[in-house]
C-alpha cells in the first residue's frame, strides 16, 4: 500500500508540469592551453660547435679530423695550430713532446709537419669517432687505433693528402691538407662529433672564470727538455704559450694561444717497443684518474680528471664533484707525467 502512494506522488509531480533539472555547466578549455599547463615547455638549447661550444648558425655535417704534430725543434713553426678546436700535448720518446690536434670548427689550407702514431693515441681520439691522420708508426700503434673505432688515414699507407716540402729535412717536412683527408672518410663518419667537454652556456661563466683563484702564468715541466709555458693576456681575453722562453707561433707568425688549459697529470711508462734510435717508446695512461687543474679567463681551479674506458670521454670535476664547465673556445690539454713533469701556477 505504501509502495503505491508512492508511485501515484511522482505521477502527480510528472502530470503538474515540473521543470527538468538544469543541465551542468561545463567551461570550454582549448586542447592547446590545457596541454601547455600540464606539460612545461622545452628549454631551448643554442646550437654551437661541439669541440667549442661557440655559437654557430650552422655545424658542418664532417667528423672530427685528429692529427698528429710534430713539435721538436725543427719543426717549429707549425702551421695550423692555431686552428685546432683542440690541441693535446704528450711526451714521447727523447724528452720531447708531440701535438694531436683535432680539427671541426675551421678548415686550414694545411697542417704539419705531420709525424707518427704513439700508444696513447687511440685513448686520446677514440672518443671522437672520427679519423686520425699520420705518416705512419709500428704496426701495434696502428692497430690500436683501428681496433679504437678510429679510421686511420696514413701516409706510408699511400692515403691521398699529404705533401712534402723542400723547405725542411725529412723527417720534418709532411704537411697534409685537411679537406684532402676529411675527403677520405667512410661513409659512416659524416656527423659531427659527439662533444667531449663541458661548456658554459655563456662566455663568462665558466667554473675557473666565476670561481677560481686568479692565475697569471702557468709554467708546465714536462720532461728535461719540453717546458710549455701559458700567460694570460687580459686584453685578448686568452692564454698564450710560449715553448720554454720562446713566445709559440705558427708559421702565418700568429701566437698560438687557447681559451682554455686544462693539465692532467698522468702515468707515464716505458712500453716494450723502442724507436729507431733503440730508445723505449713511452705511453702516457689516461685510463684511470688524477688530479688536474682547469685554468680559464685568468683564473685556475683544482680538478679531478677520469676516464673509464678507451672510448670513454674524459670527465673533469671540480672538488664538489659537480662538472666543470670550461668557457666557450679553443682548449689545449697538457698530459703532465706524474711524478717526474710538474707544474707552477703564479
Request: overall charge negative; glycine content about 10%.
Amino acid at each position: 500500500m505504501r509502495a503505491v502512494v508512492l508511485v501515484a506522488a511522482l505521477l502527480a509531480l510528472t502530470a503538474c508540469g515540473a521543470e527538468e533539472p538544469a543541465a551542468p555547466v561545463t567551461e570550454t578549455v582549448d586542447a592547446e592551453v590545457a596541454a601547455d599547463k600540464g606539460t612545461p615547455p622545452t628549454p631551448e638549447v643554442p646550437l654551437v660547435w661541439p669541440l667549442t661550444g661557440v655559437a654557430a648558425e650552422e655545424v658542418a655535417d664532417r667528423p672530427a679530423l685528429a692529427v698528429k704534430i710534430e713539435n721538436a725543434q725543427q719543426a717549429r713553426p707549425q702551421t695550423g695550430l692555431e686552428q685546432a678546436d683542440v690541441v693535446w700535448e704528450e711526451v714521447v720518446e727523447g724528452g720531447i713532446t708531440r701535438f694531436v690536434a683535432v680539427y671541426h670548427s675551421q678548415v686550414p689550407e694545411l697542417v704539419g709537419p705531420v709525424r707518427s702514431v704513439r700508444p696513447m693515441d687511440p685513448a686520446i681520439v677514440a672518443p671522437l669517432h672520427g679519423v686520425l691522420a699520420y705518416t705512419g708508426g709500428q704496426e701495434p700503434f696502428v692497430d690500436a687505433v683501428e681496433a679504437a673505432g678510429t679510421q686511420s688515414v696514413v701516409m706510408d699507407e699511400g692515403d691521398d693528402g699529404f705533401v712534402t716540402t723542400r723547405t725542411r729535412r725529412a723527417p720534418h717536412n709532411v704537411y697534409a691538407s685537411p679537406e684532402e683527408l676529411w675527403a677520405q672518410a667512410d661513409d659512416g663518419r659524416a656527423a659531427p662529433p659527439p662533444a667531449q667537454l663541458v661548456f658554459a652556456r655563456e662566455p663568462g661563466t665558466g667554473t675557473a672564470t666565476a670561481t677560481g683563484t686568479e692565475a697569471a702564468r702557468l709554467d708546465v715541466r714536462l720532461t728535461f727538455a719540453s717546458r710549455a709555458v701559458w700567460e694570460w693576456d687580459g686584453g685578448e681575453g686568452r692564454w698564450v704559450r710560449s715553448e720554454g722562453d720562446a713566445p709559440a707561433v705558427s708559421s702565418d707568425e700568429v701566437r698560438l694561444a687557447a681559451t682554455n688549459v686544462v693539465l692532467l697529470a698522468a702515468p707515464l711508462q716505458n712500453t716494450r717497443f723502442k724507436d729507431p734510435a733503440g730508445v723505449p717508446v713511452p705511453e702516457t695512461l689516461l685510463v684511470g684518474t688524477g688530479d688536474g687543474v682547469v685554468a680559464s679567463g685568468g683564473r685556475q681551479v683544482p680538478v679531478t680528471w677520469s676516464k673509464e674506458a678507451v672510448d670513454a670521454p674524459l670527465v673533469l670535476t671540480g672538488t664538489d664533484g659537480a662538472p666543470v664547465e670550461l668557457e666557450p673556445g679553443t682548449t689545449w690539454l697538457e698530459l703532465v707525467p706524474l711524478g717526474s713533469g710538474s707544474w707552477e701556477i703564479g
